[in-house]
């Protein structure tokens, strides 16, 4: 991983303005924030900040508005929840540049935080117009990315603003970082992946970039039954996309040659109909899947096999569920796995690192979120990264 700038880095920025681009592009129901862990996630930064004595303007999108003002896209919504995660007054600031901005620059006191407007509401912030990014620099003195979500896409306040002001990671920022560098960029092996979900096609670039990079590619979820099916297994009615067969036979063929192991399960979770706790479940091995039966789950013994494996490895990076864990008893693989993980972790033995919105959502269903190294909010930019993909935002800060 390239060498970028944090916040240790700075010198005396008391009185200085920093820009800091945050994610605070929140979930919003009747108008008010239903889950504010996105801000909590930048309070170390403002903070540190704060203590320094700079004076902070935030920096963030809000929805799709296209180059156009919406009264419901404005991030004057979220004041009032950053002000309760912060436990102090906040400026709104209706502007992005200008003399507006500077005014309320000339009013702050170190210490002090103002949220500027939603930043797409100007076309030059996706098309990373660098006149913006100039003219949104003119008002401070130093820039600080802590959107780490946000970093795949290069926009005007996300990769633009790095090349015209002296640029550093924030807190959120450097830690997802260093956690991925120590999942992918520079792992203690053996290394562990466990990828799941629906469908193969929404993760073939992350099974191809993995199949070079780990010692054990454990592959669950419905993308498995695409496998099975490659391999000749009668998968009956389960979720299957056999157009891709070939290309599942593609990726074996290059984890066999990358000296990589790929897991598939061999017992399986079936059912006739995907319904809670239904009449027609039951386990076998998956050469014995009925034409009118579908793959709901990896059996117990599959999962035992997948924890011995893991017991070996050093790091694991986890990307989506083994079974159709929404529902009840199709969770039982994923809850087990992850436990093994939250278990081995505890222990000191294993570097766990999550992410994506189902992921997080997995293991907070089994109880374990907390117990893993590190979880990555960060949906398509945590993808993109294990797709081996440099992310714009985060090439800026090393430049």
């Known amino acids: ?41 930048a309070v170390p930064t403002i903070n540190d900040l704060c203590a320094k004595g700079a004076k902070v303007l935030l920096l963030a999108h809000f929805g799709r508005p296209k180059g156009e003002r919406h009264s419901q896209m404005s991030l004057s919504m979220v004041v009032g929840a950053v ?55 003119a008002n401070a003195d130093f820039y600080v990315n802590d959107a780490f979500s946000a970093a795949h896409r290069a926009h005007a306040t996300t990769e633009g603003l790095a090349h015209v002001l002296p640029a550093y990671a924030g807190r959120s920022m450097q830690a997802e970082l260093e956690a991925l560098d120590k999942a992918l960029g520079a792992p203690v092996k053996p290394v562990a992946a466990v990828v799941g979900g629906a469908k193969v096609s929404s993760k073939l670039d992350v099974l191809k970039h993995l199949v070079t990079q ?3 590619l454990m592959i669950g979820g419905g993308m498995a039954n695409t496998f099975l099916a490659a391999k000749g297994v009668d998968v009956g009615k389960s979720l299957c996309e056999h157009d891709l067969l070939d290309t599942a036979t593609d990726i074996l063929a290059n984890a066999e040659a990358s000296g990589c192991t790929v897991h598939l399960p061999y017992e399986v979770v079936v059912s006739k109909e995907f319904a809670a706790n239904p009449g027609s479940l039951r386990t076998c091995n998956v050469h014995e899947v009925a034409p009118d039966e579908m793959i709901l789950d990896a059996g117990p013994l599959a999962v035992e096999a997948l924890a011995d494996a893991l017991k070996t490895c050093r790091t694991l990076v986890w990307n989506g569920p083994l079974g159709a864990f929404e529902m009840e008893p199709f969770d039982a693989a994923t809850v087990s796995l992850a436990r093994t993980a939250a278990a081995l972790t505890i222990e000191g033995t ?28 960060a949906g398509g930019a945590f993808l993109e990264w294990m797709e081996g993909k440099e992310l714009p935002g985060v090439a800026a800060l090393s430049a």
């Open 1 to 41: 991983m390239s060498a970028f700038k944090t916040l240790d880095d700075l010198g005396d920025v008391a009185g200085k303005v920093a820009l800091v681009r945050v994610d605070l592009n929140l979930p919003m129901q009747d108008g008010l924030v239903t889950d504010a862990t996105r801000i909590r996630a």
């Open 83 to 137: 002000e309760k995660v912060l436990g102090k007054e906040v400026m709104f600031v209706p502007e992005i540049t200008g003399d507006v901005v500077a005014q309320t620059v000339g009013i702050l006191k170190g210490g002090d935080v103002a949220i500027l407007e939603n930043t797409r509401f100007w076309k030059g912030e996706e098309a990373n117009d660098p006149e913006l990014a100039r003219a949104i620099a």
């Open 214 to 216: 780990v010692d054990h």
């Open 350 to 377: 294993l570097t766990s690192v999550a992410g994506g919105g189902d992921t997080v959502s997995a293991l907070n269903h089994a109880g374990v979120a907390e117990d893993f190294s590190y979880i990555s909010t």
